[in-house]
């Protein structure tokens, strides 16, 4: 039975507040992964890994990485009706023992990755209006520190906005996605490959575009690409010329007469 205590919970989200009624309401050893949520209800991987952590934050749910007998590490996960009272946060795995599961623990076939949290990125702190005398030599360390951005970076991400609208990027947000985009350009990639790999296959709900990029901008960098061999320029063939002497064509730079004619008679002089 589903207690108020969860459904009437204060910090739960609308989202995690029905993920754990849904996982309290399956059979024992039904897969509650993040692969089985997503194939079940219509949210996204970022949006259930958000969930799940929720749970887990406020006692509902516990997650273990455990090492079976054949040696496989597989990923355990426990359901609680009710957290432990007192607290929010779920007890460590070498209490006085484990809690009884909701349900039996059912292994998964792997870990499962979680995604960067589907969340707009904080805002950094407002400058210091008025930097005291020992404030410049502090900013030119930073700036020193800063990576260094390719000329292209900058150019590339606001025309992303050409493959798909949503990806329509604040000023930060370019500034916070370039050195990324730096690296893949430093390892040979092709700006318009760069541009499909951040562009294609984007979830239907978009909330967050610059979080959807920095993460594929870290998961899916390229190794050190070899350089395009050099193209030679082709040679084009001569042009086709009329011969004095038998008027047939051939090829030559300069109109004359062809191979197979004698070269003409020099003009007597008048």
Not at 90 to 107: L, S
């Amino acid at each position: 039975m589903v207690g108020n205590h969860l459904l009437q919970h204060r910090q739960l989200s609308a989202t995690a507040i029905g993920v754990a009624a849904y996982i309290q309401s399956l059979p024992e050893g039904s897969p509650v992964g993040i692969r089985a949520l997503v194939a079940r209800f219509p949210e996204g991987e970022m949006r259930m890994s958000s969930a799940l952590r929720e749970l887990e934050r406020h006692g509902y749910l516990e997650r273990r990485r455990e090492r079976l007998e054949t040696g496989r590490v597989v990923t355990r996960t426990y359901s609680y009706n009710k957290p432990p009272s007192g607290t929010d946060e779920p007890a460590p795995p070498d209490a006085d023992g484990p809690r009884p599961p909701n349900h039996d623990p059912a292994p998964e076939p792997e870990p499962e990755p979680e995604p960067e949290p589907d969340r707009e990125p904080e805002p950094g702190p407002d400058p210091d209006p008025d930097p005291g005398p020992g404030s410049q030599g502090s900013a030119g360390a930073e700036a020193a520190a800063a990576p260094r951005v390719h000329p292209g970076a900058t150019a590339l991400l606001a025309g992303l906005r050409r493959h798909d609208p949503r990806l329509l990027l604040a000023e930060r947000d370019v500034r916070r996605l370039a050195p990324g985009v730096s690296a893949w350009l430093d390892r040979g990639a092709d700006p318009e490959a760069i541009g499909l790999a951040l562009s294609a296959n984007l979830p239907e709900t978009l909330r967050s575009p610059a979080s959807v990029l920095a993460y594929r901008l870290k998961a899916l960098l390229p190794p050190h690409l070899p350089a395009a061999p050099e193209t030679r320029p082709v040679r084009r063939p001569d042009p086709f010329q009329t011969c004095d002497g038998c008027e047939r064509a051939f090829r030559s730079p300069h109109p004359g007469r062809c191979r197979d004619c004698p070269p003409p008679e020099p003009r007597a002089a008048a």
